[in-house]
């Protein structure tokens, strides 16, 4: 090859390798660059997720103290001896608790810190209080002054031996309209006029009271089986309304001896096909809102407490009036007590009782036994098992009995 050819085409090869190295280059340049620019996002992610991971940390913390400062808590108040039982779940760490009592104030400190406090509605005895740190609680017992006591004695009585019909349960202007509370379908009739609202069984049964010199309360629970409804007329129980069938918008099937919303079908009371009296549970209807604290443990306290009062009994056989067959044993232990928590601070009446499943034998032990229906009795137990949480697990059992409330 002429050696000018020659070195003509090592120049071309030359240059081509010089383009090629150039565009690999430029190609390794856009990489890197991107590499680059990714890292710079990269790194701004980090340190924006590193900063919103500092202000979780700082809320966490907060949440933690302010946890560590308002403690799970249950304060039971009984009433019959004026002193309240307060149960706190806290981890001291062998730390020693102080108690502090201010008048209605109570306050738990550790090392000059207040790790709980509450507020009560009567005031505190400072000098008969105490305290007991136990493996899964702190317990304070917190007795009332005497003048608290005295206080109390004349103008209140606290829990479900006190409980009287509010205000609005009494005024015909609540009901509008008795609705069923879990469709909310209508079951009083569009045309119905209201005349009288009155309590069971009569209005002048507090006025007797005081002629037959007997407690308050004493004729609240006497059997009501002599008053009969009347057309457009309620008469208010304490756990039930009666009404008359011609108040009601639906037919009723007289061979059946429950009561049921014609929209959903769920039983809402009860009749007797020779009367035309109709039984409303007001834990099952809606009227405005005047019935929203009832529940099914009602028509178990109603029955409970008019045992109790009018025989003496506190210990009782709840048995199911069909399938499935069930059975609870009961001894009510109190029944003028309230309840109130953490979780609900408003305190809320209570009867206290022991309860099981399993058959009790106690043939020296008078016994009354109360029949319901299945539904109710399987609602209840769950109730109270759930209820029996509230203590302290080394409170709730005793002589295979569990520690339960009734909520009225």
Known sequence: MNPVAAAVNELEQAKADVAAALQQYESAHNVLKKVRDEYTTAEEERMQRSAEVDKLSQKLDATLSSVLNAPEYVIEFQANIGCYQCYVHIDIANETPVLVTIGKQVQLRVKNQTIFKVKFLHEIDAKYSTIRVQKDHIHLRLPLTGAAKEQRQTAMTAGMAARILSKEELEIGSYHTICCKCCEQVLSNDDCHWEKVLPLPSANWMEMVDFWGAAEGAFEYIPKDGIDAAVNRIYVGQST????????????????????????????????????????????????????????????????????????????????????????????????????????????????????????????????????????????????????????????????????????
Not at 252 to 267: H, M
Not at 309 to 323: C, I, K, P, Y
Not at 360 to 388: A, C, G, Y
Request: glycine fraction near 4%; proline fraction near 4%.
């Open 241 to 408: 309304l009666l009404v008359h069938k011609m108040n009601l918008r639906f037919d009723l099937d007289l061979t059946k001896t429950e009561v049921r919303c014609p929209k959903c079908t769920t039983v809402v009371g009860g009749q007797e096909a020779t009367i035309q009296g109709i039984t409303l549970e007001k834990y099952l209807i809606k009227v405005g809102d005047i019935f929203a604290d009832y529940t099914v443990d009602s028509v178990i306290v109603t029955k409970l407490l008019e045992v109790i009062e009018s025989d003496g009994l506190f210990r009782f056989n709840l048995v199911a009036s069909d399938e499935p067959p069930i059975q609870i044993y009961l001894q009510v232990l109190s029944w003028d007590a309230t309840i109130q928590s953490s979780a609900t601070t408003k305190p809320q009446n209570v009867v206290k009782v022991l309860f099981t499943k399993e058959a009790q034998t106690m043939d020296s032990i008078p016994l009354k036994e109360l029949v319901f229906p299945s539904d109710i009795l399987q609602d209840v137990h769950t109730r109270l098992t759930e209820s029996s949480q509230l203590l302290p697990a080394s409170l709730t059992g005793l002589n295979n009995l569990t520690i339960g409330f009734l909520f009225g």
